[in-house]
T-cell receptor
Framework: DAEITQSPRHKITETGRQVTLACHQT?????MFWYRQDLGHGLRLIHY???????NKGEVSDGYSVSRSNTEDLPLTLESAASSQTSVYFC?????????????FGPGTRLLVL | RKEVEQDPGPFNVPEGATVAFNCTYS??????FFWYRQDCRKEPKLLMS???SGNEDGRFTAQLNRASQYISLLIRDSKLSDSATYLC????????FGAGTTVTVRA
C-alpha cells in the first residue's frame, strides 16, 4: 500500500545544531508539504514543492530549508536549531495540480530543541 | 488577523446529541474548502470536502456561505468515536488550516 513516512519520529537536539527531518512518500504525488503544529496555532505551512526541483516558502519558512531532488522525498533542514522550533512537524503529499485537495499526512516528528 | 478562524471549544456533548460549529476565512478568493479531523495530535485526515450547495456524508453535514465567508460542520447523533479536533481548511492555494475545534462526546 502507498504511504507517507517520516523519520525520526522523535528527536531531541541542542540549539545551534543542524537537524534534518526526512519525509518519504510512495504515492508518486507531485506535491509535498511541510507543516509545524503548535498549541493555539494549528498547522502552519513551512515549505512546499509542486515537483522535482521546485520549492516554495510558506508562512513560517525562516530558519528552514528544503530541496526536492526526486518525487518521493522532501527533507526539511533546520539550519541552526532554535528553542522556538520545538514543535510537531508534519509532512504531507497530494496529487492534484495546485496542491489544494486531499492531502495525505505522515505520522509526524516531535522535535525538542534544548 | 488569522486567515482561518475557529472557535477552539471544547464542545462537550452527550452521545446522540447534535453539535455544530463554524469557521470563518478572510481570503475571498479562496477556491475550495474542507474539514479535516485530527485525533490526539496524530496526523490530520480528510473528513469531507465542502461544496457551495452544502453536502452530507452520513451523520456529517457541511455548509459553505461564500458571501459571509464562513463554513460550518454539523454532526448528528454524536458517537463517542466522534471525539476529536476538527480542522477547518481553506484552499487559497495552498491549503490554510484553522487551529481546530475540539469536540468531546461523553457517554
Amino acid at each position: 500500500d502507498a504511504e507517507i513516512t517520516q523519520s525520526p519520529r522523535h528527536k531531541i537536539t541542542e540549539t545551534g545544531r543542524q537537524v534534518t527531518l526526512a519525509c518519504h512518500q510512495t504515492w508518486n504525488h507531485n506535491n509535498m508539504f511541510w507543516y509545524r503544529q503548535d498549541l493555539g496555532h494549528g498547522l502552519r505551512l513551512i515549505h512546499y514543492s509542486y515537483g522535482v526541483q521546485d520549492t516554495n516558502k510558506g508562512e513560517v519558512s525562516d530558519g528552514y530549508s528544503v530541496s526536492r531532488s526526486n518525487t518521493e522525498d522532501l527533507p526539511l533542514t533546520l539550519e541552526s536549531a532554535a528553542s522556538s522550533q520545538t514543535s510537531v512537524y508534519f509532512c504531507a503529499s497530494s496529487a492534484e495540480v495546485g496542491g489544494g485537495e486531499t492531502q495525505y499526512f505522515g505520522p509526524g516528528t516531535r522535535l525538542l530543541v534544548l | 488577523r488569522k486567515e482561518v478562524e475557529q472557535d477552539p471549544g471544547p464542545f462537550n456533548v452527550p452521545e446522540g446529541a447534535t453539535v455544530a460549529f463554524n469557521c470563518t476565512y478572510s481570503n475571498s478568493a479562496s477556491q475550495s474548502f474542507f474539514w479535516y479531523r485530527q485525533d490526539c495530535r496524530k496526523e490530520p485526515k480528510l473528513l469531507m470536502s465542502v461544496y457551495s450547495s452544502g453536502n452530507e456524508d452520513g451523520r456529517f453535514t457541511a455548509q459553505l456561505n461564500r458571501a459571509s465567508q464562513y463554513i460550518s460542520l454539523l454532526i448528528r447523533d454524536s458517537k463517542l468515536s466522534d471525539s476529536a479536533t476538527y480542522l477547518c481548511v481553506v484552499n487559497r492555494p495552498p491549503l490554510s488550516f484553522g487551529a481546530g475545534t475540539t469536540v468531546t462526546v461523553r457517554a
